[in-house]
């Protein structure tokens, strides 16, 4: 687990004599035979790449595994933002369903409109049509950008994965790149903006038994001092610009 606010991409150090150590990327199933070398007073080490935040499983064995190798990526060209006009449309959620919202601008979705997206609590999906880069790869990275707080990514009809974060990126073959494309991503949010809707209109939905739910914050204390959101701003939701398509190529570890 990267528990630092910076990238990992190096080689790290792992006790005992291994013969072979393979990676487990458990938000997009992926895995491999890591690159492993030994130093000269014979310690393992293997290259690993993370991001901040993410994580991984490795397995370690003293004998040879055998199997493909697992896959490292780096940059290849500059990022191409995917700009133009979204449309926004709420498709689960309450208190009620907003209505569909065209912007070229993203942001959180509590800054589009009215009180009914300040208070809504749900999914939204958005959808823009883009170009195909012009530069030649095999390869492009997808990274959505801040998200609040989970995603369903979906290109030309095929859904391509589900992320949770904390990164929010996935690599796409060109392959699946048409001269026209359809980029639909389906964001959730949290529940706060919903519980500060209730709190504000004292619409109960506590459902604890014998619990007073006392308060620990003073923006969260209500005048019987319990827990209240009536006094909370509205949490960022949705997607949050820059969403952006940046050519990739398998790094050569050496």
């Known amino acids: 687990y990267n528990n630092t606010d910076k990238t990992i991409a190096g080689w790290i150090p792992l006790t005992g004599k291994l013969s ?30 993370l991001k901040a935040g993410e994580s991984c499983v490795l397995q370690t064995s003293p004998t040879v595994i055998k199997g493909a190798s697992y896959t490292y990526y780096e940059p290849a060209g500059t990022p191409v933002n995917i700009d133009g006009s979204w449309t926004l449309k709420f498709v689960e959620g309450g208190p009620t369903l907003p209505q569909p919202i065209k912007t070229d601008q993203l942001k959180s979705w509590t800054e589009l409109g009215g009180d009914d997206v300040k208070a809504f609590s749900g999914t939204g999906s958005y959808t823009i049509s883009f170009n195909k880069p012009a530069q030649s790869a095999a390869t492009w990275q997808l990274d959505l950008g801040t998200v609040h707080e989970n995603a369903e990514v979906y290109l030309n009809g095929i859904k391509l994965t589900t992320l949770i974060g904390p990164q929010f990126t996935v690599t796409i073959p060109a392959a699946q790149l048409k001269p026209v494309n359809t980029l639909v991503v389906k964001v959730a949010n949290l529940m706060a903006n919903r519980a500060i809707y209730m709190d504000k209109n004292n619409i109960p939905y506590r459902i604890f038994y014998n619990t007073h739910f006392p308060s620990h914050g003073r923006d969260s204390r209500g005048a019987d001092g319990l827990f209240t959101a009536a006094n909370w701003a509205p949490k960022p939701s949705g997607l949050v610009w820059p969403v952006t398509l940046t050519p990739v190529k398998v790094l050569a570890v050496k």
């Not at 458990?26 to 491999?32: A, C, L, Q, R, V």
Request: glycine share 6%; no cysteine; proline share 3%.
């Open 20 to 49: 072979s150590v393979v990676i487990f990327d458990p938000m997009f199933k992926k895995s491999g035979l890591a690159k492993m070398r030994r130093t000269t007073n014979g310690r393992s080490e293997i290259y690993l790449q």
